[in-house]
C-alpha cells in the first residue's frame, strides 16, 4: 500500500491523544499505510518530518491544523518537508483551513485545504493524486487550477466517523497520553460526539459543522472507555465533544454508561441542556462522579447573547450555577470581554456578574476572553458568510496563513486579544484576572500545596473585597513565587 505522513503540529505541552490524525488513519487504512508524528511528543518536529519523507515511499502529508499557537507549528514543519521533498503534496485540514482556506493556500508550503470534516474528502483526494482522477470532484476541497483558488462544493456533514475504530498503535508510546489532573492519576480525552448544534459567532465549530451533531451509541461509548481502561488504566476522562449534554432523549443512554463506569470526568455543556435535565437524569451525571462542566456564559447582556448567537441569557447563567451548586457540580465558566461595541462598559458589567456568581457560588471556576468574531469564510463555489457586523469597518484580517500566525492574531484567534483593545483596558482585563486568580485559585492545580493557596487568597482579600484591581504588583510577584496555575494555559 502507498504510505501517507500524518501530523500533528505542535499546540500544547499537556499532550492527550492527537484524535484528529488518529481518525484520518482509522478511515483511510484499508488503502494506505499510515504513520503519525505529533508535534506534543516531539519537540523536533520538522527535523523528524523531513527526516521521514526524505526517505521516500509517500504520496502525501496531510496535517490537522487549528488557529492559534498551532498555525506558526505548521508552517515551520510543512516548510521543513517542502525543503526536503518539494514535489510531496502537502495538505492541511481541520479549523484553519475550513475557516481561512484562501489563507491556507496563499502559503509557499501548502498545496491543498480541505474544508469541513477531512475524513472521506482527505481519501478520495489521495484516490485523485495516486490515480489521476478528477480534483474537482473531491468535495469539501479547495485548491489551485492554473493559478487561481477554486472551492468545491461543501462536503455534507457526515456521521461515518462515529463508526471508525482508531487504533491506538498508530501513535509511538500511547501511555505518554495518559497523566495526573485533578480527575486522576490517569486522565485520558476523548472525543464521543460529532459537531455541535448551535452556531455562535465566535465559534469555529459552530462555523465548521453549521448546526448539525451527532451523538455516539451508548454500546460504542462503553466500549471504547473499557478499552482505554483496561489497556492504559485510565481512571478519569476529559471529553472533547463541544457540547456534552445534549437533547436529554439522547443523553440517557450515555448517562448510564458513565454512572456504571464511574470514572470522574470532565465536558463542555450549555447552560440550556443542564437546566432541561430531569432529576433522574441529574442522579446519573452525580453517579457518574462528573466534577466539572465548562460552560459559556459568555456575557451578562442579553441584547449581546443574542448578537453572540449563542441561545442563552444571563438568567440561565445564574440558574445553572445553582442546580451545579445543588448536584455537586463545579461549573466552569468562560465569559467574552470587551466586545467591539463598548469594550470598556460590557467589561465592567462582566466584571460585576462574576462577582454576583461568586457570592452565589465562591466553587465556581472563572475563564476569560476577548470577544472577537470569526473572519468572514467561504463556504465553496464562490459562497462567503457575513462579515460580523460588530467589527469595525476599517478592520482587516490577515490574507495569508502566515499573516495569522503573527502573534497579534495567534492572540486574536485565542481570543486572548482584539486591535480595539486600549492599553488601558488590557491592564484592566490582566490586573482583573490577576486579583481574581489569585482569591480564588483554581482547583485544577495539583501542584501547588494548600498553604499556598492559602497565601494567596490571604494576599488578594483586601483588593477582592474592595474591587481595587490596578496594579496588584505584589500579586504577580506571589504568582511567580509559587508558579500560580493558569488553566487557559494548563487545561485539561
Known amino acids: 500500500m502507498k504510505r501517507v505522513l500524518l501530523i500533528n503540529p505542535r499546540i500544547t505541552s499537556n499532550a492527550r491523544f492527537p484524535l484528529a490524525v488518529m481518525h484520518l488513519a482509522a478511515a483511510l487504512k484499508s488503502r494506505y499505510e499510515t504513520r503519525i508524528l505529533d508535534g506534543n511528543l516531539d519537540r523536533h518536529l520538522p527535523e523528524t518530518a523531513a527526516a521521514a519523507v526524505k526517505e521516500g515511499g509517500y504520496a502525501a502529508v496531510g496535517l490537522s491544523v487549528m488557529g492559534g ?17 518539494p514535489e510531496l ?15 491556507a493556500l496563499n502559503s509557499d508550503c501548502v498545496d491543498y485545504a480541505l474544508r469541513g470534516q477531512g475524513e472521506q474528502g482527505f ?6 493524486l495516486t490515480q489521476g482522477g478528477a480534483l474537482a470532484d473531491v468535495g469539501g476541497l479547495s485548491w489551485r487550477r492554473d493559478g487561481e483558488i477554486v472551492h468545491n462544493a461543501d462536503r455534507a456533514f457526515s456521521t461515518a466517523p462515529l463508526q471508525l475504530e482508531v487504533s491506538y498503535n498508530e501513535v509511538d508510546d500511547p501511555q505518554r497520553y495518559l497523566g495526573p489532573t485533578y480527575l486522576g492519576r490517569r486522565t485520558t480525552g476523548y472525543q464521543a460526539a460529532l459537531g455541535c448544534r448551535y452556531r455562535c459567532s465566535f465559534c469555529g465549530v459552530a462555523a465548521m459543522f453549521r448546526g448539525k451533531t451527532a451523538l455516539p451509541e451508548a454500546d460504542r461509548l462503553e466500549r471504547d472507555l473499557r478499552l482505554l ?18 437533547r436529554q432523549i439522547d443523553m440517557q443512554p450515555l448517562l448510564e454508561v458513565l454512572a456504571r463506569l464511574q470514572m470522574p470526568w470532565w465536558c463542555f455543556a450549555r447552560a440550556d441542556a443542564l437546566l432541561g435535565l430531569s432529576d433522574t437524569s441529574w442522579a446519573l451525571v ?6 466539572m462542566a465548562y460552560i459559556g456564559a459568555e456575557s451578562p447582556n442579553d441584547a449581546l447573547l443574542r448578537d453572540m448567537r449563542k441561545g442563552t441569557r444571563s438568567d440561565q447563567t445564574l440558574a445553572v450555577v445553582e442546580a451545579c451548586r445543588r448536584h455537586g457540580v463545579v461549573p466552569e465558566l468562560s465569559f467574552m470581554l470587551a466586545p467591539p461595541q463598548d469594550p470598556e462598559g460590557e467589561t465592567e458589567r462582566t466584571f460585576a456578574f462574576i462577582r454576583q456568581i461568586k457570592r452565589l457560588h465562591p466553587g465556581t471556576e472563572v475563564m476569560l476572553y476577548v470577544y472577537t468574531p470569526l473572519p468572514p469564510q467561504r463556504l465553496g463555489e464562490g459562497r462567503w458568510t457575513l462579515r460580523d457586523p460588530a467589527l469595525p469597518r476599517d478592520l482587516a484580517f490577515p490574507d495569508s496563513a502566515d499573516g495569522w500566525a503573527q502573534p497579534q492574531w495567534v492572540d486574536y484567534w485565542c481570543h486572548l486579544d482584539a486591535p480595539w483593545l486600549s492599553p488601558a483596558l488590557r491592564r484592566r482585563i490582566s490586573d482583573f484576572r490577576t486579583v481574581l486568580g489569585c482569591r480564588f485559585p483554581t482547583l485544577t492545580d495539583i501542584r501547588a500545596p494548600r498553604w499556598q493557596k492559602a497565601a494567596l487568597r490571604a494576599a488578594s482579600a483586601w483588593r477582592y473585597r474592595m474591587a481595587h484591581y490596578d496594579s496588584p504588583r505584589e500579586l504577580r510577584w506571589l504568582e511567580r513565587a509559587v508558579k500560580l496555575w493558569d488553566p487557559q494555559l494548563h487545561s485539561l
Open 229 to 246: 481502561q483496561s489497556r492504559f488504566g485510565a481512571d478519569s476522562v476529559n471529553f472533547y465533544d463541544n457540547n456534552f449534554f445534549d
Open 123 to 128: 481519501m478520495e483526494l489521495l484516490d485523485a
Open 89 to 103: 503534496p502537502i495538505v492541511w485540514g481541520g479549523y484553519f483551513p475550513t475557516l481561512c482556506s484562501d489563507a
Open 69 to 85: 499557537p498551532q498555525l506558526p507549528a505548521a508552517l515551520a514543519v510543512s516548510r521543513a518537508i517542502r525543503a526536503v521533498a
Open 286 to 291: 452525580k453517579r457518574s462522579r462528573l466534577r
